[in-house]
């Protein structure tokens, strides 16, 4: 079988120079027989998820011949509006109007660097959550599906809790972008927020801040069901070795649930992947509220060895 598919170079971003050499690879999925088939082999070691995108392992591509790069500019303004008349309201309304409008923008600094703005953000398009059922005392997990934080949600990822580490379902999520903009099931308005993610060299980069308003009113409460909060998130990776990784994070959210005062979170967290069939990885994390001490740390640490007859894994957690 054949495939043929059409990309643009303006949807992609590469360095300045008119030949280059790219790499390229592709991986065909036989779920009848659960076969995975790759253009340029990949280590037997690899997790089968993301073997596709170690370029390292890719093939070559040469005689590439690109146009200048395009910065992707992107902007995505909208406007809502809406006319409402209600005589029996308290006070009664009459051609009420109201309206509201916002932007989202997109700009390519570099060919690895992006930057996201937005204002007064609108998530009216987001796909809704799957319906389920809590038979127990513990709260749903609903992953997150707004395009605003979903681009480059891997930057964010602290331990490997993400589909392609070794995740155990217990392992704590230091950073998790579905608490921004949601309180108790109900949207909160976004005022503005900044996003920038990226690699540089051997470095990823990923930072985000973010403005919420207050929250809806409760008239049990007399007043607003959360108060308005500044999210900041920071995180850095380095590549070490030849598949290892070091990195560190930092977050904060003021003023942190239901009280004043700031909640603050560091940590630092290491991947290593020796030979073909060992696996290993670390993390300490702390976090700092005012009024409250103690059982403020979490710490991992694993070695797994893998093989095609014979296994060890071993970890040692807490939270």
Excluded: C
């Excluded at 370029?55 to 509006?81: C, D, H, Q, W």
């Excluded at 005589?87 to 409008?101: G, L």
């Amino acid at each position: 079988w054949t495939s043929e598919m059409v990309v643009p170079f303006k949807s992609l971003r590469y360095p300045t120079g008119k030949e280059q050499v790219w790499g390229i690879n592709a991986r065909r999925w036989e779920r009848r027989v659960n076969e995975r088939s790759l253009l340029s082999i990949t280590p037997p070691g690899t997790p089968p998820n993301n073997s596709v995108q170690r370029l390292a392992n890719a093939a070559t591509l040469v005689g590439m011949e690109v146009p200048p790069p395009s910065r992707n500019i992107e902007l995505k303004p909208y406007g809502v509006s809406n006319l409402t008349t209600n005589r029996v309201a308290s006070p009664p309304t009459s051609n009420k109007i109201d309206k509201d409008i916002g932007i989202d923008a997109k700009y390519g600094i570099t060919s690895n660097m992006t930057l996201d703005l937005t204002v007064n953000t609108d998530f009216a398009q987001v796909e809704i959550d799957e319906q389920q059922v809590n038979l127990t005392r513990f709260s749903l997990f609903f992953p997150e599906k707004r395009d605003f934080f979903l681009e480059g949600q891997g930057i964010f990822d602290f331990a490997n809790t993400g589909n392609n580490g070794f995740r155990q379902p217990d392992v704590p999520i230091m950073f998790f972008s579905r608490r921004i903009g949601l309180d108790a099931g109900q949207p909160v308005p976004i005022k503005a927020g900044a996003r920038l993610t990226g690699r540089v060299g051997k470095t990823s980069l990923g930072l985000l801040e973010i403005q919420t308003d207050e929250g809806a009113f409760d008239p049990a409460l007399g007043t607003a069901r959360s108060a308005a909060t500044n999210f900041l998130v920071a995180r850095v990776k380095r590549d070490i070795l030849r598949r290892s990784n070091i990195g560190i994070i930092a977050t904060r959210r003021s003023p942190r649930t239901g009280a004043s005062g700031a909640n603050t979170l560091l940590g630092m967290d290491t991947t290593w992947n020796f030979f073909e069939n060992v696996q290993a990885g670390t993390y300490y994390a702390r976090s700092d509220t005012p009024a409250l001490t103690g059982d403020d740390s979490s710490y991992r640490g694993y070695f797994r060895y893998l093989h095609d007859r014979y296994g060890l894994e071993a970890e040692r957690m807490k939270v």
